[in-house]
């Protein structure tokens, strides 16, 4: 398993709301996450992610698309895939609140 090497980490003001726009990269050099977090009660800890989230699996593929809302909660489309790309499920949140679940198999058909 190829282990994160190095984060990079870009702060920005916004009505008075401190965010930090996230990366990690694995040892190979390849984005391991992307995304834009706010800390909680005022500590820095960066866990509440803010809008788009996105992994990535150490061969460069997608893993993962999560949207949350500015409170942190999911809320939208969340898609995983599997390390050769191919979708294998999405779930549809709304304030946290899972509302949907589909699973796919490798053709990207819905499995019932």
Same mark, same amino acid.
């Not at 916004?14 to 040892?27: N, V």
């Not at 992994?55 to 500015?70: C, P, Q």
């Given at each position: =398993?190829?282990?994160?090497?190095?984060?990079?980490?870009?702060?920005?003001?916004?009505?008075? %709301?401190?965010?930090?726009?996230?990366?990690?990269?694995?040892?190979?050099?390849?984005?391991? %996450?992307?995304?834009?977090?706010?800390?909680?009660?005022?500590?820095?800890?960066?866990?509440?992610?803010?809008?788009?989230?996105? %992994?990535?699996?150490?061969?460069?593929?997608?893993?993962?698309?999560? %949207?949350? !809302?500015?409170?942190?909660?999911?809320?939208?489309?969340?898609?995983?895939?599997?390390?050769?790309? =191919?979708?294998?499920?999405?779930?549809?949140?709304?304030? !946290?609140?899972?509302?949907?679940?589909?699973?796919?198999?490798?053709?990207?058909?819905?499995?019932?």
């Amino acid at each position: =398993m190829t282990e994160k090497l190095k984060t990079e980490v870009e702060f920005e003001v916004r009505k008075g %709301r401190t965010f930090a726009r996230i990366k990690d990269f694995y040892e190979n050099g390849n984005l391991a %996450r992307e995304g834009v977090y706010t800390n909680g009660h005022g500590e820095w800890n960066w866990e509440i992610a803010i809008g788009t989230v996105k %992994r990535y699996f150490a061969n460069g593929n997608l893993k993962s698309v999560e %949207r949350y !809302d500015e409170a942190g909660s999911l809320d939208g489309e969340s898609l995983f895939y599997n390390d050769k790309g =191919m979708i294998t499920s999405k779930l549809v949140y709304s304030k !946290d609140k899972k509302i949907l679940e589909e699973f796919y198999d490798k053709d990207k058909s819905r499995l019932k």
